[in-house]
């Protein structure tokens, strides 16, 4: 078996809260989207990753993923986000912070989505 890709559902009771986190916060662009049809979706994608963004009141009651994002430059990171969108920052792992296996983490979320930024 032969697999080059994950790409994970999304859903949220408002798609305009994943909107704002992973396009405007996070700089995705849309690939695909029929944002204005009866059951509003999205495809987001930047550098390689993709998430599916979807309006769905019963799925986003059931849902709230947590996801890692690898990066190379944390500090960079965290400096965008923290300035732009301080009210993100998870009260749990709102600093860039040396976690015991080794990795800088901090974290941020909206409604729906947790997300770690995480550099090994």
């Known amino acids: 078996m032969d697999f080059v890709r994950l790409v994970p559902n999304v859903y949220y009771r408002d798609i305009n809260d994943g909107l704002k986190l992973f396009i405007d916060c996070l700089e995705f662009k849309i690939g695909h989207q029929e944002l204005k049809s009866e059951n ?7 550098n390689g990753l993709q998430f599916y963004l979807f309006q769905h009141e019963e799925l986003a009651r059931q849902h709230n993923p947590e996801f890692r994002l690898h990066t190379n430059t944390i500090d960079e990171v965290y400096k965008n986000i ?30 729906q989505v947790c997300i770690i930024i995480q550099q090994w």
Request: net charge positive.
């Open 40 to 46: 509003p979706f999205c495809v987001i994608e930047k």
């Open 82 to 111: 923290s300035s732009s969108f301080p009210e993100y920052l998870h009260p749990n792992l709102n600093k860039v912070t040396l976690r015991p296996w080794g990795a800088k983490e901090f974290a941020f979320r909206d409604s």
